[in-house]
């Protein structure tokens, strides 16, 4: 055989022979890719089952905060007109006013009158209904401040706190007379209040003589012991003063709480004038008006 | 005989080239191979993730709720409030 037929034979089973190598790994790899797409194509087949009912779900969800949204726009623009509804929208959200409200388009249009942090309509609309306008500390979602048990103290609330709700925390009102719980003696109250160091320090050493009295005890003071004073009984507590613990009346006949009962201002009213006397003009503003009298008559006698 | 020779020499220019293309046509297959399976991975993790898309029904009712009572409180305004004059 010509040696030119062995390199064609050798050159051709060298070609099939790289056919075969390369296609076989092409095969392969196509197979690989086969698996890869059927898992793609199962998970995407998971992602479309899964995700079918969100469009309706999603639609029907929009369409509720659709209603939500017409209700509460409708709701506002009826209440507070078209003008006040853009202007309190604009209050909260600004630059809303330009996008206007979605079920009113010509809200566009409307220029939004700046409404501060307090919208006096609403604060009327508010306390007419029986709750405080937020404006002040009260809470708006708080009790009503009308209600007929606990107004006061809701009413009261909206104030700096200082002793409307824990009145037990501080101080009560002194007590004074024979009966107090605290007595003070003469030479530490002496009328107004003792001085303490600031008012000395703010008004001189002069003003200390109040803290120790007038008179100080050591020198006979009116706390002094009764060794030290005179034989003087007006000292006593009868003087001083002290309650007299009963509830007779002062007087001898008392008081008559019927006679306020039957008490009439236009024919009672007045200074008793002498009947026939030139009025003097100082009583003429104290004297009972002739239209009062007239009137008080005309009563009288169509009751009778 | 020179024919031969000739003949040959363009075969194993073919040779050369089928060798070539062949090699492009595995590397091009090869390189599919790491493209799906990154495929197949993220659509398993896209699948997962929408396994809250049932929470969505709940999400429906929980609005629905809401806007009837925001329907009810609107009523109840409608009538204790005056409307704008």
Redesign the interface.
């Known amino acids: 055989m010509e040696s030119a037929a062995v390199v064609t034979i050798v050159a051709v089973a060298l070609i099939v022979a790289a056919l075969v190598v390369y296609l076989v790994g092409v095969i392969l790899q196509l197979r690989k890719i086969t698996a890869g797409l059927d898992q793609v194509i199962s998970h995407v087949g998971e992602i479309v089952e899964k995700s079918a009912p969100v469009n309706g779900v999603v639609t029907a969800i929009n369409e509720q905060l659709d209603a939500g949204v017409d209700l509460l726009e409708g709701l506002l623009v009826k209440k507070a007109g078209m003008v006040d509804a853009v202007g309190l929208v604009e209050g909260l959200y600004a630059g809303s006013a330009a996008a206007g409200f979605r079920s009113f388009p010509e809200s566009t249009t409307v220029k939004a009158p700046r409404i501060g942090e307090v919208y006096t309509h609403g604060t009327l609309t508010l306390a007419r209904l029986g709750r405080e306008a937020p404006i002040a500390v009260g809470n708006p979602a708080g009790p009503a401040l009308r209600d007929v048990e606990r107004g006061s103290l809701a009413a009261r609330l909206l104030y700096p706190e200082i002793r409307q709700s824990r009145p037990e925390s501080l101080a009560r009102s002194p007590v004074i007379g024979t009966d107090a719980p605290v007595q003070y003696p003469p030479s530490e109250q002496r009328g107004g209040t003792t001085p303490d160091e600031a008012e000395i320090r703010e008004k001189g050493p002069w003003s200390e003589v109040a803290a120790e009295g007038i008179v100080p005890a050591e020198a006979g003071g009116s706390d002094a012991p009764r060794e030290l004073l005179a034989e003087d009984p007006q000292l006593e507590s009868t003087v001083l003063g002290a309650t007299t613990a009963s509830d007779q009346p002062a007087t001898e006949s008392g008081i008559d709480p019927s006679s306020g009962d039957e008490a009439d201002a236009v024919s009672d009213g007045g200074p008793e004038l002498p009947e026939g006397a030139e009025p003097d003009l100082k009583d003429a503003a104290a004297a009972r008006r002739q239209v009062d009298v007239e009137s008080a008559d005309s009563k009288e006698g169509s009751d009778t | 005989?020179t024919l031969?020779?000739i003949?040959?020499i363009a075969?194993?220019a073919?040779?050369l080239v089928?060798?070539y293309l062949?090699?492009g046509?595995?590397s091009a297959?090869?390189s599919?191979?790491p493209s799906?399976?990154a495929?197949?991975k993220t659509?398993?993790a896209?699948?997962k993730d929408?396994?809250a898309?049932?929470l969505?029904?709940t999400?429906?009712d929980q609005?629905?709720k809401?806007?009837a009572g925001?329907?009810n409180y609107?009523g109840s305004?409608?009538v204790?409030?005056?409307?704008?004059?």
């Open positions: 005989m031969w020779w003949g040959n075969l194993f073919v040779f089928v060798v062949l090699h046509v595995l297959a090869r599919i191979v799906a399976e495929i197949a659509a398993a896209g699948s929408l396994d898309a049932a969505l029904l999400t429906q609005v629905t809401t806007v925001v329907a609107g305004l409608d204790i409030l005056d409307d704008a004059e």
